[in-house]
T-cell receptor, first 112, second 117 residues
Framework: GQQLNQSPQSMFIQEGEDVSMNCTSS?????WLWYKQDPGEGPVLLIA?????ELTSNGRLTAQFGITRKDSFLNISASIPSDVGIYFC????????????FGSGTQLTVLP | DGGITQSPKYLFRKEGQNVTLSCEQN?????MYWYRQDPGQGLRLIYY???????QKGDIAEGYSVSREKKESFPLTVTSAQKNPTAFYLC????????????????FGPGTRLTVL
């Protein structure tokens, strides 16, 4: 399947710091989704983006649909211990059968 | 409350045995999906179904089978032909793709961890 490049692969930050992660591709996407997964649980949807340039917030989380439609980023402000987990981006390729392609995830660790 | 349930949470089987994983949703979603997740990797699509009595293979369908006899249910059978079945299996559902804004947003169940001994 089509690859999404998600970076960084892992992050160690101090509590209270801001975090940024992103996904890029050489292909055009129609939809970008950001999920968070806790250990042993299913991914939970954080933010959904449907239009190029769209900037959407959900509490301390902000995500943007890149203007080229080939990338998206997720920011977390003022991190707290419960932000620990794996964050996945997912996208729907333009012209595809509308299936999701997933990034490989960013493992976030928040140090007290 | 609406949601997706998967059972059991943990499953152990001997090599060579078929095993069926359950997935039920009461979100009235048309489409349902099965993914496999291995440590340190993203999700890979096994099978998906956009409507009752119809399903398509995903990227890694070999060694798996599904059925979709009811809108609410999409069970996955891991057969003995699957060479490396130990993994975390995730079921998801969505409004039928192509029906309007947000149809591609998938909602996930809690997962089943299958270990083959």
């Amino acid at each position: 399947g089509q690859q999404l490049n998600q970076s960084p692969q892992s992050m160690f930050i101090q509590e209270g710091e801001d975090v940024s992660m992103n996904c890029t591709s050489s292909s055009i996407f129609n939809t970008w989704l950001w999920y968070k997964q806790d250990p042993g649980e299913g991914p939970v949807l954080l933010i959904a983006l449907y239009k190029a340039g769209e900037l959407t917030s959900n509490g301390r989380l902000t995500a943007q649909f890149g203007i080229t439609r080939k990338d998206s980023f997720l920011n977390i402000s003022a991190s707290i211990p419960s932000d620990v987990g794996i964050y996945f981006c997912a996208g729907v390729l333009s012209g595809s059968a509308r299936q999701l392609t997933f990034g490989s995830g960013t493992q976030l660790t928040v140090l007290p | 409350d609406g949601g997706i349930t998967q059972s059991p949470k943990y499953l152990f089987r001997k090599e060579g045995q078929n095993v069926t994983l359950s997935c039920e949703q009461n979100l009235n979603h048309d489409a349902m999906y099965w993914y496999r997740q291995d440590p340190g990797q993203g999700l890979r699509l096994i099978y998906y179904s956009q409507i009752v009595n119809d399903f398509q293979k995903g990227d890694i369908a070999e060694g798996y089978s599904v059925s979709r006899e009811k809108k609410e249910s999409f069970p996955l059978t891991v057969t003995s032909a699957q060479k490396n079945p130990t993994a975390f299996y995730l079921c998801a559902s969505s409004i039928r793709p192509g029906t309007g804004r947000g149809p591609d947003t998938q909602y996930f169940g809690p997962g089943t961890r299958l270990t083959v001994l």
